[in-house]
């Protein structure tokens, strides 16, 4: 029996990584047709994760340009995808998180009157301008969505108070875990041109990109780093540098040069992840980070106001310290000069699922494409 046809829209990296399991799912489902389209809002970035995961798209908008902002982005999602569903006709569209592409593949699914599955729905700050766009992109797609893939009872609770039908949600965990569980290994060897970094030290891995920490929050945060450094003797900070020129040119005026510090170009995804299960320590604007970390047992300090991950908080995993110079350096001592504040953070059960997530929401697409081929004879 054909069950019908799904096609899986994502624009990003971390869209790519988070999908990544799901696709994999779905091939196994002989009965569905799996059609890919990345939209490349994120080119080099993106291409390494489908390199890594095997991932060949159907179709490739190609849309990343320099210096491209919200508008272009936007108006080229919209554009790209009207020809493609058109002629495609899935029965399903299957959307990522909070990206542009996300909630502009899920408007012109709804033009095209195509239910859409929302995989990573339900996180909220409640805060439309933090992250942004990040906030309004999740909540908006979640307006469109029929099918809603919650990772945590936490984001069940706010799709329900935002009126989705219960019986549209399903708790699911996080594919982030999935993929990671698959990614990371005790035996992974860095590549021959992987910096020098001396792994006997305590590893502080630090990400920055957030467009509310642009500017002031963005120097404090540097600046703290360099009071840790030279506190901590035994520390050594590698630092996967952003290649937005607001993020890169800060970075090496404050940090290039400086003893145990590695500015390093972003890395693929294999090395990364493995680098987080080297890592001591993870001081972060990250979403994704939140959740992946603390399955390898490494707490994280949040630098954001905000996080649309509380669950994250109340199980202990992450803090959240915001961008203060003076509270990141105390909450990043605590747990640099205390062992059993450390351990109470690194043994912390993560909230974001078992690796299963994938096959859970391969399961509930299975059975709606049933319910709606029967429905159709």
Avoid: C
Avoid at 168 to 180: E, M, R
Avoid at 204 to 230: C, F, K, Q
Avoid at 341 to 368: L, S, W
């Amino acid at each position: 029996m054909h069950l019908g046809k799904v096609m899986v829209i994502f624009g990003t990296r971390p869209e790519a990584i988070k999908m990544a399991p799901v696709i994999k799912e779905l091939k196994k489902v002989e009965d569905i047709q799996t059609v890919i389209t990345v939209t490349a809002q994120h080119r080099d970035m993106l291409d390494q994760v489908l390199s890594l995961f095997k991932i060949v798209p159907d179709y490739d908008l190609n849309l990343m340009q320099k210096q491209q902002d919200l508008y272009s982005i936007t108006t080229g999602v919209l554009n790209g995808l009207r020809d493609i569903l058109m002629k495609e006709k899935p029965d399903l569209v299957l959307v990522h998180g909070d990206t542009t592409t996300t909630f502009v593949a899920a408007l012109a699914s709804f033009y095209e009157r195509i239910p859409v599955g929302h995989v990573e729905a339900g996180l909220r700050t409640r805060n439309k301008y933090s992250p942004f766009p990040e906030e309004m992109n999740r909540t908006l797609t979640g307006r469109l969505a029929e099918l809603h893939f919650a990772p945590t009872d936490t984001a069940r609770e706010n799709l329900l108070m935002e009126s989705v039908a219960a019986f549209k949600i399903w708790v699911t965990g996080n594919t982030v875990i999935d993929a990671l569980l698959d990614t990371v290994h005790p035996d992974y060897q860095f590549p021959a041109d992987f910096p020098a970094i001396d792994f006997s030290r305590r590893l502080l891995l630090v990400t920055t990109h957030r467009r509310e920490n642009w500017g002031s929050p963005m120097r404090d945060i540097y600046n703290a780093l360099i009071e840790l450094a030279e506190q901590f003797k035994d520390v050594e900070v590698i630092f996967p540098v952003h290649r937005n020129p607001i993020v890169k040119d800060m970075a090496m005026e404050m940090l290039g040069g400086r003893e145990r510090f590695h500015l390093i170009d972003p890395l693929d995804y294999e090395p990364f992840a493995n680098l987080m299960r080297k890592s001591y320590l993870i001081l972060t604007d990250s979403g994704g980070l939140q959740e992946e970390a603390p399955s390898l047992g490494k707490p994280v300090l949040v630098l954001r106001d905000t996080t649309e991950r509380p669950e994250a908080v109340k199980a202990g995993t992450v803090k959240l310290v915001g961008t203060n110079h003076q509270a990141i350096i105390k909450e990043a001592k605590l747990l640099l000069s205390n062992q059993a504040e450390y351990d109470k953070m690194a043994m912390a059960i993560n909230p974001y699922g078992d690796g299963k997530a994938a096959q859970r929401i391969v399961k509930v697409i299975t059975e709606f494409l049933y319910v709606r081929i029967g429905s159709s004879n």
